[in-house]
């Protein structure tokens, strides 16, 4: 505690931020005030707008500044494919590691009742109304290769298949360059388990 009810107050507010504990925050707060004044003062005005401007897409639930993000409303993306992940991390990762060109939906999480996080949660009502669009021919369920993601994903293949679209899953495979003996048990037995015929 210092002598600063308001840099006890900052030190605290920066405890938000994930992988932040006291002594992290407090190093922060110091750093800020010792040698970047003006650069925290331009992160708390960036800050304050993001907070109160930056929303959701209405179409696919990522972070937008507009009712409806640049993506879904480009009209040089492929509408028949879409693209369903957990978060928007997961979105730029295959934004920046394919040439992915279809549209995306993000669930902004992962099906887990025990949190509380259920189809409604995960907007999962506006991805069947997309579905009923009739634009949508591949469903990529994108889900991380957990037990929950698994789960997700064969909720979210129902859906598709009820509303007469295919969906296909990411193949969780062992790593280009990769070794068998240095690759996981469960990624293992998952690319054993999805081989495919070799011509
Ligand atoms: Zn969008």
Do not use: W
Not at 104 to 112: A, H
Not at 116 to 133: D, H, K, T, V
Not at 159 to 167: D, E, F, K, N, Q
């Amino acid at each position: 505690m210092s002598s600063s009810p308001l840099l006890n107050e900052l030190i605290e507010a920066l405890r938000c931020l994930p992988g932040v504990g006291g002594k992290s925050a407090q190093r922060m707060a110091f750093h800020l005030l010792e040698r970047e004044r003006e650069r925290g003062l331009k992160l708390a005005t960036v800050l304050q707008q993001a907070m109160q401007k930056i929303g959701h897409c209405s179409r696919c639930r990522n972070f937008s500044e507009t009712p409806v993000c640049a993506t879904c409303a480009s009209s040089s993306r492929d509408r028949h494919v879409l693209c369903v992940v957990e978060s928007p991390t997961d979105l730029a990762a295959i934004e920046q590691a394919t040439g992915y060109r279809g549209q995306y939906f993000v669930l902004m999480g992962r099906l887990s009742p025990l949190d509380g996080l259920g189809p409604e949660e995960l907007g999962l009502g506006l991805l069947s109304e997309r579905l009923a669009e009739g634009e949508v021919e591949e469903l990529i369920l994108a889900t991380n290769p957990t037990v929950e993601g698994e789960a997700t994903a064969h909720y979210l293949a129902q859906l598709a298949r009820a509303a007469g679209i295919r969906p296909t899953r990411l193949a969780h495979g062992v790593p280009l360059g990769g070794e068998l003996e240095y690759v996981d048990r469960g990624t293992l037995a998952h690319a054993f388990g999805s081989r495919q015929s070799v011509d």
